[in-house]
């Protein structure tokens, strides 16, 4: 039974791409049973996660943590265990301990500088989500990343979930058929504020507001689309296998109007230009067609919950990070008599099919077009801790291509930024960066009016 | 967990309460996700999965939380044990934690970990912790009305005050007794059977399954330790229970005994000093 379970586990481990049996034939033995020497750079509430999760995992060693809110620090201590070393300062930890890899969690708006300090210390580095507050720093920081040659990775952890890497085989053996739509959305009900720990009355209180609650402000925020949008919109373009060519998106604070200025609601509509299958006898035809993908994010209702749905004209694929559907489409095949009628075209043989009184059973449910669904479930695991993994592998292994890395973060934050911007100026926003190099272009298409 | 938590919290700002009260409720969430033996994303699940195989690494939390279980299992004489719902045989003693490593790992195949005899209480306790370290002092809390966390006072005049029903989560069932809950966890267990089924708890004195309904309430400095003496003085029986409180439980946990015959109203009775 033994050698089934770990026959079972190696199928899965290569799933998600670690590779760890491949990876280690590569090192000398004594390299490969060393373990990773990490630092954690911000332990809010996901660095906390992160940290929690590295010390779980044999190829890791957390030398040290890293924050510049005590009370986050502290508690992450705790997590992190005696072994550990706690810094308030970024450069000191660094300068001190010269960890190999650093996994950086803090505030958005500060990604950019301390994956910059990580670098230049010759760390390799996973930065969360979105990678960088702005597209000029998101560029800088892919083009520093490619030209130091180092391991870099991006936490779009559905990118190591086995459902979503099983989705995108599906539609690319075709079983979803021609992409029609996408609609996806992360709907929840709560004011997404974090606690002070002084009253309103204290002289600390704008400042620590300020400082906890970074997501709500558009000076430190890119809002609901940086935040959650980033991982939709990233299996968007990885199911497509593209990126966007123009977005129109509408937001505002509708209902938390508690001094905040990131919307608390905002509906986008992205259109992605795909290649028509090449079927057509018609050389004027046009080679693309749109895909138009909606994505909406809510804070006052959560009965949609997290979920992306890709539509195709043979199947479904509804997913979430711990279940996936895929319903097929009825088609002619499906209906018992259909065969016959396409065997022969004569009259007779309609009006026969029709006074032969088969009949579709209708039923009640108005789910019942659906069908039964295949399910593709994640068992063996959490996407957290398998990026992570996948990360360290990828460090242990100096294999730069990692299974998000910072052109895929670059794409990303493009993609996010965008609707931002139609949002606040009520237009269409175009793709900003140049197709091939993902270099910003250089005529300004930013501000175009439709 | 499947169970419902609730929270109450007093103070000056509504907003800042709500924001706490999500806090604390994020951290149940947080544990559920992690604990529970029927997620299959969890760390508890991961173990049970893997740890008859090899040594599995666990993080610093639940390693420390297990090491709790497992004095609680020789403090208790075997009577609390995680193991329980394993094949027959198993107990605590095939579960081998090594502090080098924090590494977890079952002597056999057939161990299964299942936290549901504390993870009520240990929820509530680091739930506290969140809503303590925002400033927030008088507060209830309650996961499935089994396990129960009070700090502070209900308002200036009344303190917490909880109301034991029998029978148990019957919501027209009768008070058998009210106590005031003051900076302490509760925990009721209870063995609730009709006619049809006999109780799954083996009184020792006899070897049978208890015949006579009860309930076991205890009042702990934590929720943890009031659900871990809860559910092992139930497990003992009234008479091993009795005895067990007097010699070798620890002073700081108050004990009732609620014996509930067919026809007979529920009776409370104090195995210790009362609340």
Request: hydrophobic share 40%.
């Amino acid at each position: 039974m033994n050698q089934h379970i770990a026959t079972r586990r190696n199928f899965l481990e290569a799933a998600t791409g670690v590779a760890l049996a491949s990876g280690a034939a590569l090192l000398s033995a004594a390299e490969a049973r060393e373990p990773v020497r990490v630092a954690v750079i911000g332990t809010g509430a996901r660095g906390s996660d992160l940290l929690r999760s590295l010390t779980t995992i044999e190829a890791a060693q957390v030398v040290g943590i890293c924050d510049n809110y005590a009370p986050h620090l502290e508690r992450a201590a705790k997590f992190a265990g005696p072994n550990t070393q706690t810094f308030a300062d970024a450069e000191q930890m660094l300068d001190r301990l010269k960890p190999q890899a650093v996994v950086i969690a803090v505030p958005l708006a500060e990604h950019f500088r301390v994956a910059g300090l990580a670098l230049a210390a010759g760390c390799d580095v996973f930065c969360e989500k979105t990678m960088c507050y702005s597209l000029k720093q998101a560029s800088q920081l892919a083009a520093r990343v490619e030209e130091l040659g180092r391991v870099f990775q991006v936490g779009l952890q559905r990118r190591a979930n086995v459902i979503y890497q099983q989705a995108v085989a599906m539609i690319r053996a075709g079983m979803l058929g021609q992409i029609s739509a996408v609609k996806c959305q992360w709907h929840r009900n709560n004011n997404w504020r974090r606690p002070i720990p002084v009253p309103r009355s204290d002289s600390q209180w704008s400042t620590l507001e300020r400082q906890l609650n970074w997501r709500l402000y558009q000076q430190t925020s890119g809002g609901l689309m940086a935040e959650l949008g980033s991982h939709q919109m990233d299996v968007v373009n990885w199911c497509l296998g593209t990126t966007p060519r123009r977005v129109q998106a509408s937001g505002g604070v509708d209902y938390w109007r508690d001094g905040r200025d990131v919307a608390d609601n905002i509906f986008c509509i992205y259109e992605y230009e795909l290649p028509v299958a090449p079927a057509s006898k018609d050389a004027t035809a046009p080679a693309t067609y749109t895909v138009r993908a909606t994505y909406s994010s809510v804070c006052n209702n959560a009965y949609e919950g997290a979920s992306e749905l890709i539509m195709g004209t043979r199947g479904t694929l509804y997913l979430t990070s711990s279940k996936g559907l895929f319903f097929r489409e009825r088609s002619a095949d499906d209906v018992g008599w259909a065969p016959r009628r396409a065997a022969s075209d004569t009259q007779q043989d309609d009006a026969a099919l029709i006074t032969s009184g088969k009949t579709l059973k209708l039923s009640n449910s108005p789910w019942a077009h659906r069908g039964e669904p295949i399910e593709l479930d994640y068992l063996q695991g959490d996407d957290t801790r398998d990026e992570l993994v996948s990360f360290l592998d990828r460090v242990r292994t100096r294999n730069v291509k990692t299974i998000c890395d910072a052109n895929e973060g670059l794409r990303d934050t493009a993609t996010v930024l965008m609707a931002n911007q139609a949002m606040e100026l009520a237009i269409f926003a175009f793709w900003p960066l140049g197709r091939e190099t993902g270099e910003e272009s250089s005529t300004p298409q930013k501000f175009r009016k439709q | 967990m499947g169970t419902l938590f609730e929270i109450w919290l007093r103070g000056p700002d509504d907003e800042h309460l709500t924001a706490v009260a999500e806090a604390a409720l994020d951290e149940v969430v947080r544990l559920d996700q992690l604990l529970s033996r029927f997620e299959a994303r969890s760390e508890i699940a991961r173990v049970n999965r893997s740890a008859a195989i090899d040594p599995v690494q666990v993080d610093v939390e639940l390693f420390a939380l297990l090491e709790q279980c497992q004095q609680a299992w020789r403090d208790s004489g075997g009577a609390f044990d995680i193991t329980a719902g394993s094949k027959a045989g198993v107990t605590m003693a095939d579960v081998l934690l090594a502090p080098t490593g924090r590494t977890v790992r079952f002597a056999h195949t057939g161990v299964r970990l299942d936290l549901g005899a504390i993870g009520k209480g240990y929820a509530l306790d680091r739930a506290t912790e969140v809503i303590e370290r925002f400033g927030v002092t008088n507060l209830l809390l309650h996961g499935g009305t089994s396990s129960v966390l009070a700090r502070g006072t209900r308002d200036e005049d009344f303190p917490w005050n909880i109301a034991i029903r029998w029978p148990p989560g019957d919501a027209d069932g009768s008070e058998v007794a009210q106590i005031a809950l003051t900076n302490q966890g509760l925990s009721t267990s209870a063995v609730f059977s009709d006619a049809s089924q006999p109780s799954d708890v083996i009184d020792p004195a006899t070897g049978r399954p208890l015949l006579s309904q009860a309930a076991c309430a205890v009042a702990a400095p934590t929720a943890t330790a009031a659900e871990i003496w809860s559910t092992a003085l139930l497990c003992m029986g009234k008479l091993r229970a009795a005895d067990y409180t007097k010699l070798k439980a620890p002073t700081t946990i108050q004990v009732a005994w609620i014996d509930a015959a067919e026809a007979a109203a529920p009776v409370l009775s104090w195995l210790t000093r009362p609340l």
